[in-house]
């Protein structure tokens, strides 16, 4: 009998005796193998999980009972237990399910939780409002895990909860890895805990919890028996669990940072898809690696600085050439941008490397520890733009607009690999301010990239094509499209292509000869449209009091949900056919 056939939500789970609870563990491990081997999608971190989540719906009465996963991309035995099991082949697809936490998907995902660290605080909101409102046997739980416990946001949620008297549970997914193995003493400490020779007091003790573990996370009898003594414990409680990421897989288990999230693979043997052998241009990921390595190799003062993702940012590689300065912090990006704001205080030149939807949650070290005080740091910002699958939690389409308004901070967007390349031997040779240089996921346009290194001169433009009617100007990769839309238009001679390559600050000199020559303009963006790029050009315009008429296009003052890039550009508006018919408009209304 197959138990995961007559499950659609944990109403039916409870219904089945505990003895066959790890046949379900066995058939939903398999469910999740089976599909995101085809799919694609967040595999190890789901796995490691199966039996807490089993656990936690047999135990708890969700929806009732609050259930907050951290992070999120552990959830997907939890999205097939809450029915949408029939839907999970859409998972990450255009128009099907998120690959996270979804308030508006299921009463079930009482929290979005795409970024991490924010379950503690966020159960605690939940047990102090059920207190308020006069319910006091309601529990609250948050799954920390993947790393998530060592970020500073989930020890301020700590620090609070353990002064209240919140009927809240934090069960400790301790499996020592995020998408990159963990760091930092909290790790050491944690490891010394599943020895047995950490000091005597234990540090979430000493915050008032009720601590119990560590425990085997992958055994479901001895989850089952803790989960429900600890629901007649009152206040705040932390349960320690060990699991292993990837379990169940043998290959996901040898390899966990890369069956995080692996691609397609064979769900028997696990070994991933095999890449086409054509040679394809790099990943501007790889690019910024390299380069750095090449750039530090002969720079001394240069220093790299990632958040807990060195793989994904390719800040792998200077932490294997010159480990003694590469830093990665842990899920911390507000300590990273501080971090290097002390370095550039003493002389050292960092590259703060941080995803772009991950850089706002460090708004305020940005202006205040940098910005402020007008410190030469580096910042990489990687994913920046429309980002794919992972969707609006993660999409890049901010960093623009949020930066764009600070003061001293110069923002640049290369349109291929050499001007990456160059922006960053730029910046290792000397600012008196700070930069950002943003740039998407994936992979690039030039195949022997390894271009001489040049200075660029900050504010400066390039005129890719001069036109006659109409003046398109792009910032960033998405020039490339625009490239291609028009050298495609038979009226391709009417149409004047400039890369802008700055946002901040704009090259007026070549603006003023632009407003003169054309009667129309386009500005094209992968960001969003409100206090992005086409508003700098807008405030541009009205500043000097051109009337020249000015089209914006980029992202609408809306969230965009999950799909392929492609897909999400056609929605968004900014691509190929979109840019075409909106050059065709214009000339046909002259």
Known sequence: MNHLDNIEFPKDLRRLKKDELPQLAQELRNFIIDIVSVKEGHLGASLGVVELTIALHYIFDTPNDKLVWDVGHQAYGHKILTGRKDLFATNRQLGGISGFPNRKESEYDTFGTGHSSTAISAVLGMAIASKLQGDTQRHHIAVVGDASIASGMAFEGLNHAGVTDANILVVLNDNAIGIDPSVGALKKYLTNVKKGSAKDENIFECLNFDYSGPIDGHDLHRLLVELERLKSVPGPKLLHII???????????????????????????????????????????????????????????????????????????????????????????????????????????????????????????????????????????????????????????????????????????????????????????????????????????????????????????????????????????????????????PIAEQIGHYNMRFIKPLDNKQLHYIFEQYAHLITIEDGCKIGGFGSAILEFANEHHYKTTIDILGVDDRFIEHGTIGELQEIAGIDGTAIKKHINKIINEQ
């Open 243 to 489: 699991t292993t990421k990837g379990k169940g897989l043998r290959k996901a288990e040898e390899n966990q940072v890369m069956y995080h999230s692996p691609g397609r693979f064979d769900k028997h043997t696990g070994e991933l898809q095999k890449k086409s052998d054509l040679r394809i241009p790099p990943k501007y990921q790889d690019v910024f690696g390299h380069t750095l390595v090449e750039l530090a190799l002969n720079n001394t003062r240069i220093v790299g600085i990632t958040p807990a993702m060195p793989t994904g940012s390719s800040l792998k590689f200077l932490m294997d050439e010159i480990p003694e300065r590469a830093f990665d912090v842990g899920i911390a990006e507000q300590h990273a941008v501080t971090l290097a704001a002390g370095m550039a205080t003493q002389g050292l030149i960092p590259f703060c490397n941080v995803y772009s939807t991950f850089l706002q949650r460090a708004y305020d070290q940005i202006i205040h520890d940098v910005c402020l005080q007008n410190l030469p740091v580096i910042f990489c910002l990687d994913r920046a733009g429309l980002v794919g699958q992972d969707g609006a939690t993660h999409h890049g389409v901010f960093d623009i607009a949020y930066l764009r308004c600070i003061p001293n901070l110069i923002i640049f967007a290369p349109m291929n690999e050499a001007e990456l390349r160059n922006i960053m031997y730029t910046a290792q040779l000397g600012l008196d301010q700070p930069i950002a240089i943003r740039y998407p996921r994936g992979h690039g346009v030039t195949l022997d990239w390894r271009s001489p290194l040049e200075k660029i001169e900050i504010g400066v433009s390039k005129e890719l094509k001069k036109g006659t009617k109409i003046g398109v100007l792009s910032i960033g990769h998405i020039g490339n499209l625009v490239e291609q839309v028009i050298a495609d238009l």
